[in-house]
């Protein structure tokens, strides 16, 4: 089946943006705490690391909820998986405050078993900045909804 049926079948955009409200630093706290970064460093950070900084992590994990308001797929007629991600980088701070906003962009659907192996790129960055502070090429796996007999 050709890419562009692919994508119309299972409800898939081609390109997506999404804002969000600024990270708050109760928010980044709780992110801390969740993934046991309070405990990994317990000592305070150094004075070289910038003041109220997005920890890269914590900016990775926005990126399913982000790209879900973005676009998503139909869940009668598929459903996927996290497959991974390739080429992550942090290139510019993000802060608490700052609003965010997120860009993405499917690359790529290639079959996979009885699905499709979709590459997504993502973007995050603050609204005003001329760089992003997180780009990442997200790969899902989307498998058909099978219809019970």
Partial sequence: MPRQQIIARSGLASRGWASRLPVTAAEQEEFERATWLDRAYPELDPPELPAAIIEGFCSLSLIDALQR???????EEAYGFN?????????????VGDRIIAGFDVTDV?????????TTHCELRVESAERPGLVTDWLTLILPRHEEA
């Fill in 69 to 75: 308001s973005a676009f998503r797929v139909d869940p």
């Fill in 83 to 95: 497959y991974g991600l390739e080429r992550t980088r942090f290139p510019s701070p993000m802060f």
């Fill in 110 to 118: 290639s079959p996979r078993g009885d699905g499709f192996l979709v």
